[in-house]
């Protein structure tokens, strides 16, 4: 018999809120935390893309870290360690201190699976500059020389597993610890991870979701994307998805969101606050482009068909980047599989209000969809001029959501999905 896992923590960290309160009250007031970007950026390029969403910061004294974890952490490390402490602590976990971290004493077998997209690239650039340069007079003025130092922690902050390591180190979790890349589908499949290891066990608790930090002082990541030609290029940087005018997505510099999966008897057990049950994981390759969807959409419309599975969805959580194209593709998709607008669930993309955090989206977007569940709001989508082919929600509304599902789509054809349902006790 298969086991059953419920969502009963989550840590969101971002630039619109940190922590479930405070996150959820910005998602269904729109909050968007949008910024011009800064005049250094442009030294030796002018972007075509105006606006970013800046990283949040964390101080890690303020979660009752050790000091000198700011120390030897990029900011990936810190925005998923206090991700992992408000979940814990949302999840009802005790958390005691001790000399170098906390340990979780009634979780110490649980796992952790983090999705990440890629590592921030600042701290290794400065410590090569600094192991080819002879002195400092080689140093390009543009930089702060102060900046440019070889890092002697460069290869440990530079790790993609580090995220899920320090969660698992600072926590004093010892069951399976490790990340997934799958790009912009990361988290999705990081939760899709964990919900596996539950559901055929025999993890009983795992920590999951997604991170992503690209940050740098001179926005030589952001210009990667731009470059691309996937970045808003809206007046106000808002990235309007699935708009019939929409021109790409708003880079976000970095967020974080790790969700406590547990078993669903283990919960009820120490009675525990339930979310919403995940009732399903799916997941496909569109085999096809490097940074293209197949315009075809058909790993789309499967991934849809397998999560539906002739159920009633009452709300989508789409990927809904902003990409003229890529929106077209999921629109139509999304319209093959359930039917015209009169007969869709809710559609909504997150990412409308917090940007396109990349690694961290997919993971900030199934706790998004089940606050949904649980708290019975859905939030706008915020568009003057939507496709017409969507049951697009425009302002915040109240709604019974019994099914939902969240999807993510990644560079390199990574296809993924969650289905959610309010949670029904058995007899």
């Given at each position: 018999m298969m086991r059953r896992v419920v969502i009963t923590g989550l840590g969101p960290v971002t630039s619109t809120g940190v922590g479930k309160k405070d996150f959820?009250?910005?998602?269904?007031?729109g909050r968007r935390c949008i910024r011009e970007i800064p005049g250094n950026f442009e030294r030796g390029y002018q972007f075509k893309s105006r606006y970013y969403s800046p990283c949040p910061h964390v101080d890690l004294d303020a979660y009752g870290f050790p000091s000198y974890y700011n120390k030897i952490m990029q900011d990936e490390d810190k925005l998923v360690l206090a991700a992992a402490a408000l979940a814990l602590k949302d999840a009802g976990f005790s958390v005691v201190r001790r000399e170098d971290g906390f340990v979780a004493p009634d979780i110490m077998d649980a796992g952790v699976i983090v999705g990440i997209g890629m590592s921030s690239l600042e701290t290794g650039f400065c410590s090569y500059l600094s192991h080819i340069?002879?002195?400092?007079?080689?140093?390009?003025?543009?930089?702060?020389?102060?900046q440019v130092r070889y890092n002697r922690m460069v290869v440990p902050m530079l790790m993609p597993n580090a995220v899920a390591s320090w969660i698992s180190i600072?926590?004093?979790?010892?069951?399976?610890?490790y990340t997934v890349n799958a790009a912009c589908a990361s988290g999705t499949v990081a939760v899709g991870q964990a919900y596996h290891a539950i559901r055929n066990g025999p993890q009983d608790v795992v920590l999951?979701?997604?991170?992503?930090?690209?940050?740098?002082?001179?926005?030589?990541?952001?210009?990667?994307?731009?470059?691309?030609?996937?970045?808003?290029?809206?007046?106000?940087?808002?990235?309007?998805?699935?708009?019939?005018?929409?021109?790409?997505?708003?880079?976000?510099?970095?967020?974080?969101?790790?969700?406590v999966l547990e078993e669903y008897q283990h919960a009820l057990n120490r009675g525990a606050a339930i979310y919403a049950e995940i009732a399903d994981f799916q997941s496909n390759s569109d085999a096809h482009n490097i940074v293209q969807m197949d315009p075809s959409g058909a790993q789309i419309r499967r991934?849809?068909?397998?999560?539906?599975?002739?159920?009633?969805?009452?709300?989508l959580n789409a990927h809904g980047s902003g990409t003229a194209v890529n929106d077209s593709i999921e629109a139509d998709a999304i319209a093959a599989i359930f039917g015209p607008r009169a007969d869709q669930p809710y559609v909504n993309s997150t990412k409308g209000i917090l940007g396109h955090t990349l690694g961290a989206s997919g993971a900030l977007e199934?706790?998004?969809?089940?606050?949904?569940?649980?708290a019975s709001r859905v939030h706008g989508n915020g568009v003057a001029d939507p496709r017409e082919n969507l049951n697009l929600v425009h302002t915040s509304i109240e709604?019974?959501?019994n099914t939902a599902i969240s999807t993510s789509y990644g560079f390199g054809g990574h296809n993924a999905g969650v289905l959610l349902r309010k949670l029904q006790h058995e007899a």
């Amino acid at each position: 018999m298969m086991r059953r896992v419920v969502i009963t923590g989550l840590g969101p960290v971002t630039s619109t809120g940190v922590g479930k309160k405070d996150f959820l009250e910005g998602i269904l007031d729109g909050r968007r935390c949008i910024r011009e970007i800064p005049g250094n950026f442009e030294r030796g390029y002018q972007f075509k893309s105006r606006y970013y969403s800046p990283c949040p910061h964390v101080d890690l004294d303020a979660y009752g870290f050790p000091s000198y974890y700011n120390k030897i952490m990029q900011d990936e490390d810190k925005l998923v360690l206090a991700a992992a402490a408000l979940a814990l602590k949302d999840a009802g976990f005790s958390v005691v201190r001790r000399e170098d971290g906390f340990v979780a004493p009634d979780i110490m077998d649980a796992g952790v699976i983090v999705g990440i997209g890629m590592s921030s690239l600042e701290t290794g650039f400065c410590s090569y500059l600094s192991h080819i340069v002879k002195d400092k007079s080689e140093i390009p003025s543009a930089m702060d020389i102060q900046q440019v130092r070889y890092n002697r922690m460069v290869v440990p902050m530079l790790m993609p597993n580090a995220v899920a390591s320090w969660i698992s180190i600072a926590h004093g979790l010892k069951g399976p610890s490790y990340t997934v890349n799958a790009a912009c589908a990361s988290g999705t499949v990081a939760v899709g991870q964990a919900y596996h290891a539950i559901r055929n066990g025999p993890q009983d608790v795992v920590l999951t979701g997604g991170v992503e930090c690209m940050a740098d002082s001179m926005g030589g990541i952001m210009r990667g994307f731009d470059v691309l030609g996937v970045l808003t290029r809206s007046a106000d940087g808002v990235p309007y998805p699935f708009s019939k005018t929409s021109t790409g997505f708003l880079f976000a510099q970095g967020a974080a969101c790790v969700l406590v999966l547990e078993e669903y008897q283990h919960a009820l057990n120490r009675g525990a606050a339930i979310y919403a049950e995940i009732a399903d994981f799916q997941s496909n390759s569109d085999a096809h482009n490097i940074v293209q969807m197949d315009p075809s959409g058909a790993q789309i419309r499967r991934l849809l068909r397998d999560l539906k599975q002739g159920q009633t969805i009452d709300y989508l959580n789409a990927h809904g980047s902003g990409t003229a194209v890529n929106d077209s593709i999921e629109a139509d998709a999304i319209a093959a599989i359930f039917g015209p607008r009169a007969d869709q669930p809710y559609v909504n993309s997150t990412k409308g209000i917090l940007g396109h955090t990349l690694g961290a989206s997919g993971a900030l977007e199934i706790a998004v969809t089940a606050l949904a569940i649980k708290a019975s709001r859905v939030h706008g989508n915020g568009v003057a001029d939507p496709r017409e082919n969507l049951n697009l929600v425009h302002t915040s509304i109240e709604a019974e959501v019994n099914t939902a599902i969240s999807t993510s789509y990644g560079f390199g054809g990574h296809n993924a999905g969650v289905l959610l349902r309010k949670l029904q006790h058995e007899a």
